[in-house]
Nanobody
Framework: QVQLMESGGGSVETGRALKVSCRITGNTLGNHCMAWFRQRPGHERELVAGIKRDATTIYGDAVLGRFTISKDNAEPILFLQMNNLRPEDSALYYC????????????????????????WGEGTQVTISS
């Protein structure tokens, strides 16, 4: 059984930075890809950033150039560094993992809600004040 637990959310002012983490427990060996999604009030869930086992990354257009996804395979922990935060970044941020071949990861990341990921965390709230 795989479990994911996010941490590090909070409230910051516009322009500040925040780093959220996702600790993953259980069997994560083999091909997999991980991602951060977010859901803002009144909006559908959307991809923030995804990362494959070989560290190839993909980002949503809204966060490109401001957010960085990374992972520590030894722990394993998934990170999301968020810089130059804006009020529209306020959302519930979820981490998720899918055990699939690398060439299927892009579909997992991009096929739209509800996103066909295998396991999800419960989310961590990020609030940006103007």
């Amino acid at each position: 059984q795989v479990q994911l637990m996010e941490s590090g959310g909070g409230s910051v002012e516009t322009g500040r930075a925040l780093k959220v983490s996702c600790r993953i427990t259980g069997n994560t060996l083999g091909n997999h890809c991980m991602a951060w999604f977010r859901q803002r009030p009144g909006h559908e869930r959307e991809l923030v950033a995804g990362i494959k086992r070989d560290a190839t990354t993909i980002y949503g257009d809204a966060v490109l150039g401001r957010f960085t996804i990374s992972k520590d395979n030894a722990e394993p922990i998934l990170f999301l560094q968020m810089n130059n935060l804006r009020p529209e970044d306020s959302a519930l941020y979820y981490c998720a993992v899918s055990f699939t071949l690398p060439n299927s990861c892009n579909a997992r990341f991009s096929d739209g809600p509800p996103y066909n990921m295998d396991y999800w965390g419960e989310g961590t709230q990020v609030t940006i004040s103007s």
